[in-house]
């Protein structure tokens, strides 16, 4: 008799993700449940690094690894009942800082417009609490005395998961779209300079055209297509952004006539201001801000400083 075994295509790694609580909220040391739980599987990090998930979750990931269960190390943090961000209006500025950082996009707003979380969305993580320049968000406790995956259900772990990894993509898209503009300003640039710098000639070969090049004819052509299909592409994303600018626009105006608006613009100190500005910056450059929709009066003091990088104080 044949004995058949089934196999599963997924990798440990993809089975310790699946046992994971997806609330993004890097309390494990790492910056997100994917790449804990390749650290488990490489033998990097201790099944037992995750507060949300609790002891339930330890449970869990040493059933499938064949290990022992072991208490949740308390160096990452406590087992608690889930928390949900609640931002308080009379406090919030409009500074968009929050929207950055969360890692299921659990928060709407726009620059300058008051901020409000998705309750159904919001995982409970923390992380829009410390950018907060003026302490306007606060996690309050929603499920009683349930803790860890008792208050939590795979449905809503899927969930996180995905729009969490939907928002990686749309992150690197932007990225990509932006290192794409600058690549193609630095090549216009440099192509003017070279065609423009006195006393440098194209050197001829005898039947006229310039060394080692093809035919004019043909490289005008080329060039042409490129740039038509270019122009097309860049079209294209002008009018995606366009349209969104426009719903945004709109949104900001209906809660403008409700009198949904931040209402704490009157004190921003010098610091909180130059925060607003730093991020209002990255978002011009990623083009998520229209020239014309910037009313801010204080420049940015460093707007080429990037999340994480030395001097932010994590704020951003």
Not at 137 to 158: F, L, R
Not at 186 to 195: N, P, Q, R, V
Not at 202 to 211: E, I, L, W, Y
Request: hydrophobic residues 35%; proline residues 7%; contains cysteine.
């Amino acid at each position: 008799m044949t004995v058949v075994t089934a196999t599963s295509s997924k990798t440990l790694a993809d089975q310790i993700e699946d046992r994971l609580p997806q609330t993004q909220c890097t309390k494990c040391g790492y910056p997100a449940c994917r790449p804990y739980a390749e650290a488990i599987a490489a033998g990097e990090a201790n099944y037992n690094q995750c507060p949300p998930g609790g002891q339930e979750g330890v449970v869990r990931l040493a059933s499938l690894l064949g290990m022992p269960v072991i208490a949740l190390n308390l160096d990452n943090g406590v087992e608690r009942p889930r928390p949900l961000a609640v931002i308080d209006e009379n406090l919030c500025i409009g500074c968009t800082l929050c929207l950055q950082v969360c890692p299921v996009d659990a928060i709407i707003g726009a620059a300058k417009q008051m901020h409000t979380i998705i309750p159904e969305l919001c995982t409970g993580c923390d992380l829009c609490v410390p950018p907060c320049p003026v302490d306007c968000i606060a996690m309050v406790p929603v499920t009683d005395e349930k803790t860890g995956w008792d208050a939590w259900s795979q449905q809503e772990a899927d969930a996180a998961r995905e729009r969490h990894d939907g928002r990686l993509a749309r992150l690197a898209r932007e990225r990509n779209a932006a290192e794409a503009r600058k690549a193609a300003r630095m090549a216009g640039s440099s192509g003017t300079a070279s065609g423009s710098e006195p006393g440098i000639e194209s050197r001829t070969q005898a039947d006229g055209q310039p060394d080692g090049s093809v035919d004019p004819k043909k490289a005008q052509s080329a060039t042409a297509t490129a740039t038509a299909a270019e122009d097309d592409a860049q079209a294209k994303k002008r009018a995606i952004i366009q349209a969104a600018m426009d719903r945004a626009r709109q949104k900001k105006e209906e809660m403008a006539r409700l009198g949904a608006g931040p209402k704490n613009t009157d004190a921003i100190s010098p610091e909180v201001q130059a925060q607003i500005d730093a991020a209002e910056a990255r978002r011009h450059r990623l083009g998520m801000i229209r020239a014309d929709d910037d009313k801010s009066s204080t420049p940015a003091i460093d707007p080429d400083r990037e999340p994480g990088n030395p001097g932010s104080d994590n704020k951003t």
